[in-house]
C-alpha cells in the first residue's frame, strides 16, 4: 500500500463484531480469560496490551517500514524508554549541539544521575561526529530537522559512522513526520517521536512513538514498555491514529504554508535571518532535498532588533497563538530560550535569544501573512 493508503488502513481493519470502520476504543482495563491462563483474546491487561493501542503500533510500523512501533505515553516517556533499553550505567551517546530542550534536559539532568554520559556535537560536521565517537558510544541521537535551529543532518552517513563505532543511529523524526521522510530506510535504527505533534495533529493529546528496524530490539522494548508502564490509554491512541488518516494532506498544506511565510520573512526589515530549509540559501537544502518528500511546517527566524523586540512580537500576534507544541492544524508561535528550551539556558545548546519558532498551521496562507505583518508593524 501507498503511505496515503496505509495511514487510513494498517492495523485498522472493521470490527469483527460491528462492522464498524473505525477501530473501536478499547476502554479496559483487563479481559476475561478461559480458566487461569487461558487468554480468550490474545489480551489480559491493559498496560500489557490493548486492542485500540495495539493498532495504532501496527500502523506507525507500516508507515515507517519497520519491524515493530511502540506507543507511549508521551514523546519524552518513549525517549526514556529507549535509552534505558539500548544503554547501560558507563555507556555513551552523542546527541546533536542543537538538541530539542526536553532530549538535552533528560540526558543533562535525568540520564547522568544513572551513569550514561552524553558529548553535544554539530551533526551536519560528520568529522565532529567521528571525533566525537568513543568506544563506550552505544548510539548516535540524531533530530533532523532540528528544534527550534531546523538544521539538517545526513542520516546514512550518520547511520554509517554509528554502525562502524559498534553503535546505532536513533532519529528524531517528529518535525518530519514519516509523511516526509522515513529514517529507516535512509539506515537509521530507530525513529522516535512527539506523537503529540504532526501525528496527532489536532492539539488534543500527548504521545509518543518509537518504531524500530530489528524486531529483537522490538521485543526487547515492548518488554521495557509493559515493565515501565509508561503506555498511552485507548482514547489517546484512538487520538493519535484518526490524525494519521490525514497526516499527508495536513502536511503537505503545512509545509506549503511555511514556505510561503519563510519566503514572505526573508524580506521583511525587522528579521535578521530565517531557518528553514526549503530556502536555497539554507546550508542544509540540497540534502533536505535528496532525504525528504517536502521541506515541513516549522520556521525559525532571529528578530534583527534582538531579545526584547522577538518577545514583543511573539505577544502581538492573533491567529498565531502563543503556546509551546507544534504541529497542530493551528499555527503556533513562541521564544524558544524562555519557553521550550528553557533548560538549555547557560548550556552549550543555548539558543539565541532573538529567536522565534512558528509552527505554520493549515489556515489561509494569506491570513497568516497578514497576521504576522500586523503584529511586526505595530511594535512601538
Known sequence: MKFETAAIHAGQEPDPVTGSVVMPIYQTSTYAQDGVGGLRSGYEYSRTGNPTRAALETCLAVLDGGARGLAFASGMAAED????????????VIIPGDAYGGTYRLFAAVLSHWGIEH???????????????????RLLWCETPTNPLLSIADIGALA?????GGARLVVDNTFASPYLQQPLALGADVAVYSTTKYLGGHSDVVGGAVVVADAGLGDELAYAQNA???IPGAFDSWLVMRGIKTLGVRMERHSRNAAQVADWLVGHPAVESVLFPGL?????????????????GMVSFLVAAGEDAALDLCSRTRIF???ESLGGVESLIEHPG???HASTA???????ASLVRLSVGIEDIDDLIADLDRAMSSRG
Open 81 to 92: 524508554t529507549l535509552v534505558r533499553t539500548m544503554c547501560r550505567p558507563g555507556d555513551h
Open 119 to 137: 558529548t553535544p556535537a554539530h551533526l551536519s560536521d560528520l568529522a565532529a561526529v567521528k571525533a566525537a565517537m568513543r568506544p563506550n558510544t
Open 160 to 164: 554509517e559512522i554509528a554502525h562502524t
Open 228 to 230: 515501565v508502564g509508561a
Open 280 to 296: 536555497p540559501g539554507h546550508p542544509g537544502h540540497d540534502l533536505a532535498k535528496r532525504q525528504m518528500r517536502g521541506f515541513g
Open 321 to 323: 497563538v502563543l503556546a
Open 338 to 340: 524562555r519557553m521550550t
Open 346 to 352: 547557560n548550556s552549550p545548546l543555548q539558543v539565541p
